[in-house]
T-cell receptor, first 116, second 114 residues
């Protein structure tokens, strides 16, 4: 069964509005989650690493004031795209990290954001 | 520097043909993990395999097989007797021990023609 869920799966919004995407770890407590962005026909680009109870770590070139990440619990991380613009339209994917023997990332089904 | 290279951007094969997707990686770590994921048109990444750097045994799972060669830093993926449902984008990824970050290749888009 699914290990990671994302909600919503698809969202269309007007330019200037904010959109919140939720990422939930279903099977285990995830102290670390990751947020990726994928443009059409391109690879996944890591945006930020979300750590439970602390500030997220953003990759170079990613605006932390535009992409707000909150990891308030061990099973939930949220990504808020603030004042969205058409160029923010993309496929956003979250993942959770499970260490130990598995040492693997489990990916959510993704959220397709379209900003009109 | 690109840590994972998938030189094949797009591949088309006729159904029932075998196809190999190449993956070359770069790392200075002695402990690392290699992955293959399938991304169908729906977008969800489907985990296919995880291999650690100490296990060079080749693996077969049904029509899928993987060839891990540390000497050439390659982790190639072969689909035998391809089917239309295999059409997808396939990503190779590297994870270095001690870090959670995945380094994805640029992906290979496979189209299987009926």
């Amino acid at each position: 069964g699914a290990v990671v869920s994302q909600h919503p799966s698809r969202v269309i919004c007007k330019s200037g509005t904010s959109v919140k995407i939720e990422c939930r770890s279903l099977d285990f407590q995830a102290t670390t989650m990751f947020w990726y962005r994928q443009f059409p026909k391109q690879s996944l680009m890591l945006m930020a690493t979300s750590n439970e109870g602390s500030k997220a770590t953003y990759e170079q070139g990613v605006e932390k004031d535009k992409f707000l990440i909150n990891h308030a619990s061990l099973t939930l991380s949220t990504l808020t795209v603030t004042s969205a613009h058409p160029e923010d339209s993309s496929f956003y994917i979250c993942s959770t990290y499970r260490g130990g023997r598995t040492d693997t990332q489990y990916f959510g089904p993704g959220t397709r954001l379209t900003v009109l | 520097a690109q840590k994972v290279t998938q030189a094949q951007t797009e591949i088309s094969v006729v159904e029932k043909e075998d196809v190999t997707l190449d993956c070359v990686y770069e790392t200075r770590d002695t402990t690392y993990y290699l992955f293959w994921y399938k991304q169908p048109p729906s977008g969800e990444l489907v985990f296919l395999i995880r291999r650690n750097s100490f296990d060079e045994q080749n693996e077969i799972s049904g029509r899928y097989s993987w060839n891990f060669q540390k000497s050439t830093s390659s982790f190639n993926f072969t689909i035998t007797a391809s089917q239309v449902v295999d059409s997808a984008v396939y990503f190779c990824a590297l994870s270095e021990a001690g870090g959670h970050q995945f380094y994805f290749g640029t992906g290979t888009s496979l189209t299987v023609i009926p």
